[in-house]
C-alpha cells in the first residue's frame, strides 16, 4: 500500500477527509462497533498511518497481507467481531484492495 494510495482514499494528515473511501470506512467500523471507532481499531490506525505518510510496513501488499504485519492483525480483529469471517465489503477488504 502506498502512502499516495491511503491519502487518495481520504485519510490526512489533517484528518479523514468528508465523503472520502476513508469516511465510509469510518462509518461501517462505527456501525459495527455500536457508534464508536475504537482505539487501535483498523480507522485509527490507518489514519495513523495517513497522518505520518508511514504506509510502507503496514503489510498490505499487492500479493496479499503479510503474516504477522499490522494488517493481519487488523484481518484478525475484524474477522473475530465478524464471528471468524473477514465480510466481503468489509474494512479488511476494502484497505487491502486500495
Do not use: C, Y
Request: a positive charge; hydrophobic letters at 25%.
Amino acid at each position: 500500500m502506498s502512502d499516495q494510495n491511503v491519502r487518495n482514499a481520504g485519510f490526512t494528515s489533517s484528518g479523514i477527509r468528508g465523503g472520502s473511501l476513508a469516511s465510509s470506512i469510518m462509518s461501517h467500523e462505527a456501525r459495527s462497533s455500536g457508534g464508536g471507532v475504537p482505539s487501535g481499531g483498523p480507522t485509527s490506525t490507518l489514519q495513523g498511518l495517513g497522518a505520518k505518510g508511514t504506509t510502507h510496513s503496514s503489510g498490505f501488499t499487492s500479493s496479499g497481507i503479510s503474516g504477522g504485519s499490522m494488517a493481519s492483525g487488523m484481518m484478525s480483529k475484524e474477522a473475530t467481531s465478524h464471528g471468524g469471517g473477514v465480510p466481503r465489503g468489509g474494512t479488511t477488504s476494502t484497505v487491502q484492495s486500495i
